[in-house]
């Protein structure tokens, strides 16, 4: 590697390092910066107070849509009191262990701990920042307290991304019950429900690793007909078993999204009944290409932001 790429590799981490993580930066910065990826990414660009299609509107949501339940919901500790609030203490959530401020307070917590759970940060997705824990007494816990360390830097959480749902959360990680719940192949199976104003509009389904991102993801309507519809980067498989507790999968959605002009709902299947993953307002940034073209602007007119609810750039 030469002297000249080492300095510019240096100067990029240190640059990332120090910088503002996004939510201390302002609106306008924020707004310029998704669209320059959004433009970067689908070749065009639109007007952020003006969208129409799905996409588009996501990105409209995550930057300027204020709703403070959102912020409720999004962190996935706060997120179990929510749905005990609206649904009960019926067992819809995975079971929570302990909620830590600091790798002090984990590693305090550690030895009570039982030996099989799963460690994640609060404010973050994708498969990012989580650890399955099998076997405790096998682990190098070491090893583990460094990596989560690092998931206390904003930089390192949805608090760095252009999403304001995130914004009034602080970084905690969560150990909670590791699930043994329906699965295809080893993967984890889950349903990803698409709801607007309370209503299902329909659900993909997915067989997933942490590995692999690659995973088919195909689609189903409420009747559960295959639809002919897909994420342009990725496969869909040619069919795929309808969940145990499908119906009540949707009764829980069209309660819960009641209240959202669009969220996504995110289940595991166990023999018992669903298991409420999380709910999700902004899936994949809004960097997803949907297709065809068509569905996307036909379901962006199911989704209704209201104009009130939206900020607004300093003139």
């Known amino acids: 590697m030469s002297i000249k790429q080492i300095v510019f590799d240096l100067k990029k981490y240190m640059r990332i390092k120090y910088s503002k993580p996004m939510y201390l930066q302002p609106l306008e910065y924020r707004i310029k910066k998704d669209m320059e990826v959004f433009e970067r990414t689908f070749g065009y660009k639109f007007d952020i107070y003006n969208p129409s299609s ?3 509107k996501v990105h409209t949501y995550k930057l300027l849509y204020s709703n403070p339940q959102i912020s409720k919901i999004v962190d996935k500790y706060a997120f179990k009191s929510y749905i005990t609030e609206q649904l009960g203490d019926v067992g819809f959530v995975a079971k929570a262990y302990g909620i830590y401020s600091s790798i002090d307070e984990l590693k305090q917590a550690w030895e009570a701990l039982p030996e099989e759970f799963v460690l994640k940060s609060t404010i973050s997705s994708d498969g990012k920042n989580i ?21 206390f830097d904003p930089r390192n959480t949805l608090l760095n991304s ?10 905690r990680v969560l150990a909670e019950e590791y699930l043994h ?12 429900f698409f709801c607007f104003d ?15 991102s690659q995973y088919p993801r195909t689609f189903f309507d409420t009747d559960w007909n295959k639809m002919d519809v897909s994420f342009a980067a990725y496969p ?25 002009p669009f969220v996504r709902m995110d289940f ?7 298991i409420l993953g999380e709910m999700t307002f902004y899936p994949n940034g809004g960097f997803m290409s949907i297709e065809p073209k068509s569905f996307d602007i036909e379901i962006g007119k199911e989704f209704i932001i209201p104009e009130q609810n939206l900020l607004r750039k300093k003139i």
């Open 198 to 212: 309370g209503k299902v509009r329909f659900v993909y389904t997915t067989a997933r690793t942490f590995i692999d």
């Open 162 to 171: 252009f999403s304001l749902g995130y914004y009034d959360c602080k970084p």
């Open 181 to 192: 719940v329906i699965n295809e192949g080893g993967n984890l199976k889950d349903y990803k």
């Open 131 to 151: 650890i399955f824990v099998k076997n405790k007494s096998e682990m190098n816990s070491r090893r583990v307290f460094k990596e989560i360390e690092e998931w």
């Open 236 to 260: 869909t498989a040619e069919t795929a078993e309808k969940p145990i507790h499908f119906n009540e999968m949707i009764e829980i959605c069209e309660k819960l999204s009641r209240d959202f």
């Open 268 to 274: 595991y299947d166990s023999e018992e009944m669903p």
């Open 54 to 56: 799905f996409v588009e």
